[in-house]
T-cell receptor
Framework: GAVVSQHPSWVICKSGTSVKIECRSLDFQATTMFWYRQFPKQSLMLMATSNEGSKATYEQGVEKDKFLINHASLTLSTLTVTSAHPEDSSFYIC????????FGPGTRLTVT | GNSVTQMEGPVTLSEEAFLTINCTYTATGYPSLFWYVQYPGEGLQLLLKATKADDKGSNKGFEATYRKETTSFHLEKGSVQVSDSAVYFCAVDFNTNAGKSTFGDGTTLTVKP
């Protein structure tokens, strides 16, 4: 089946630094990838839709300058959390779409 | 508008008990329906899906039937195991070509031996 990977699986960073999270579709090409955020014991909140070769579409309330998304190729999308703060600590999950969504294992970000 | 309503949890059952987790949706079209499972500290795994009315999705003993007349997609399992303890999410893709789903709030299932 289709496999999506994320790297890193967990990261701890200091407040004010930036963190990049990679999402890769390993065995298929995905023109569209999605980035979600999940708070503890809560559902997934869609942050943005990432299309290869074009600008990401952000959901209402998501700061595009803080959460930079780049979809450089058909198998790679990156999410960069800029100037991270403790409130950005969360579980970030990506998915790649080819008729249906395939989810990555998630990245746990802790900002100290 | 389009929405997904999932039964609130948490749900605690004894091993071999019957499980039902309700999910209903509101949609103007003909969405695709999914159930995902999330084990502690992990991402989401697709458990089963249905893409048209009366379809039954099934996997690992779990079943759900696409009921258009009641706009529901309830998840059932006849005999749960401790290993089924996880969070279950109902999801709806309101535009079957978009590949983007709206998720319910999730239901935490704990199965005790």
């Amino acid at each position: 089946g289709a496999v999506v990977s994320q790297h890193p699986s967990w990261v701890i960073c200091k407040s004010g630094t930036s963190v990049k999270i990679e999402c890769r579709s390993l065995d298929f090409q995905a023109t569209t990838m999605f980035w979600y955020r999940q708070f503890p014991k809560q559902s997934l909140m869609l942050m943005a839709t990432s299309n290869e070769g074009s600008k990401a579409t952000y959901e209402q309330g998501v700061e595009k300058d803080k959460f930079l998304i780049n979809h450089a190729s058909l198998t790679l999308s990156t999410l960069t959390v800029t100037s991270a703060h403790p409130e950005d600590s969360s579980f970030y999950i990506c998915s790649a779409s080819i008729y249906e969504q395939y989810f990555g294992p998630g990245t746990r970000l802790t900002v100290t | 508008g389009n929405s997904v309503t999932q039964m609130e949890g948490p749900v605690t059952l004894s091993e071999e008990a019957f499980l039902t987790i309700n999910c209903t949706y509101t949609a103007t079209g003909y969405p695709s329906l999914f159930w995902y499972v999330q084990y502690p500290g992990e991402g989401l795994q697709l458990l089963l899906k249905a893409t048209k009315a009366d379809d039954k999705g099934s996997n690992k003993g779990f079943e759900a039937t696409y009921r258009k007349e009641t706009t529901s997609f309830h998840l059932e399992k006849g005999s749960v195991q401790v290993s089924d303890s996880a969070v279950y999410f109902c999801a709806v893709d309101f535009n079957t070509n978009a590949g983007k789903s709206t998720f319910g709030d999730g239901t935490t299932l704990t199965v005790k031996p």
